[in-house]
Structures are given as C-alpha cells and as structure tokens.
C-alpha cells in the first residue's frame, strides 16, 4: 500500500501525505504501480464523463477530458514531451548536445509546437471515437501509458552518468516488477475490452520496444524526459489503435 500511494503521490496532485518524502529506492520500487495509478485515472475520467455527455457535444467533452488528465496529473510528463523533441530537433544526432538541451529548464519552439500538435492530436482522436467505446478507451489510455514507462524502465539502461529523476525509476525497476505490471495491466485490458484490449496492449508494448532501441542509438539509453515521453504518445497511440480495431 505504502508503494502505491507513493506512486499516486509522484503522478497526481491528489493530496497524499506522507511523514517524510521517498527515498530514491523507494520511489523506484513504487514504480510497479504506475499502470495501476493510469487506470485510477482512467476510472475517474469515465465517472466524470457520464453526466458530462448530457450536457457536451463529443469535441467538447474530449477537451474537458484531456484537460482533466492533464491537471490531476500536474502537467507531469509534459515536460518531458517538450524538452525530448527540442532534442531531437536541435542535436543533430550529437548524443551530448542531446542530453544538454534535454536538460535545458527552457522550452525551444519545437517543444511548443510538440505541446501544442499533441494535445490538439489527443483531443481529436478521442473526440471522434464512438461514444460506446469512451469507456474502454479512457481507462486503457492512461494504464498503458504508464505500462510503457515501466516498460522503459525495465528493459533499458539510464543514459546520463550524472544523477537525474528517471534515474532512480530505471535503476530500481526489475524484470520481477515489470511481469506483475504487465499481469495486472493484462487482466485489466482484457476486462475492459476484450481480446481487443489484449490486441492494444501488445501493439503498446511493441510501440515502447521501438522507442527504447530508437533512443538506444541515439543517446545509448532512456531517461526521465524520454519516459515522460512515451508515456504521452503511448496515449495518443492507444488511441489511434482503436480506429484500427472497431
């Protein structure tokens, strides 16, 4: 329990107390959890959606929804969306001005057109699924979102020598870890689903295996902006596959 409500501390703004704050292991441990939190969010995003289609047209709820997500998380893993492609764009393939510019606190105009390109894809991909397919859709889209930085976490390595906020994730995360995630997170998309839900988690997992050996050749691993990363377009991607599974 302690692990999850860590968890639920590092990806909300929910107000969790805790006498003191995680060590570093401790929230590498907690990482386990980080679908399950997805799915706690997904849940919330299909409660607030029922009332709400009474009074929305379908655009207009997608873009509270999406503005729901990115509040009860805090913006969390924009940032790194953001500071990602204004590496890709400004590096030109130098892995050390790579990592410089993605530690770079200021956002370049790459990282605001990423910002701005993605919300506005999320929101209309969602907007224009049927409205009996919302359900399964919100709570497939967070939980995997958040599989695939576990994903990341367990299969790669940290690409920084120095220390840095992915770093305890992907050190503490195991191959142990990651199988009860994907268990948890197995038996959730076949609930909501069906074989379909099964169908998007392994195509997820497949998307999370090209970007880990994506950045593996350009920076020679993963950090915290690149989970932050693929965290969101893991989402955008989830739903782009239920256009191709109807």
Do not use: C
């Amino acid at each position: 329990m302690r692990r999850f409500l860590d968890a639920v501390r590092f990806l909300t703004i929910f107000p969790i107390q805790r006498w003191a704050a995680p060590s570093a292991g401790q929230m590498g441990a907690a990482m386990v959890f980080f679908p399950f939190v997805g799915a706690l969010l997904g849940l919330i995003l299909i409660l607030a959606a029922w009332p709400l289609s009474r009074a929305f047209p379908p655009g207009v709820l997608a873009a509270i929804l999406v503005g729901g997500l990115i509040a009860m998380t805090g913006g969390l893993h924009w940032d790194g969306v953001a500071d990602t492609f204004d590496g890709l764009a400004g590096a030109r393939g130098d892995r050390k001005r790579m990592l410089a510019i993605m530690k770079d606190s200021r956002i370049g105009a790459i990282g605001v057109l990423s910002l701005a390109f993605l919300v506005l894809f999320k929101v209309i991909l969602l907007a224009g699924l049927p409205l009996d397919r919302w359900k399964a859709a919100l709570l497939l889209m967070p939980m995997l979102g958040r599989l695939l930085q576990v994903a990341l976490a367990a299969w790669g390595r940290y690409a920084r020598v120095e220390e840095g906020t992915g770093k305890a994730f992907v050190e503490g995360m195991g191959a142990r870890d990651f199988y009860v995630a994907l268990a948890g997170t197995g038996v959730i998309s076949l609930l909501a689903a069906g074989w379909t839900g099964l169908f998007i988690l392994a195509l997820s997992l497949l998307y999370g295996l090209g970007v880990k050996v994506f950045f593996d050749s350009k920076i020679g691993g993963v950090t915290g902006d690149i989970l932050g990363m693929v965290n969101e377009t893991g989402e955008i991607f989830v739903l782009l596959l239920f256009y191709l599974f109807p």
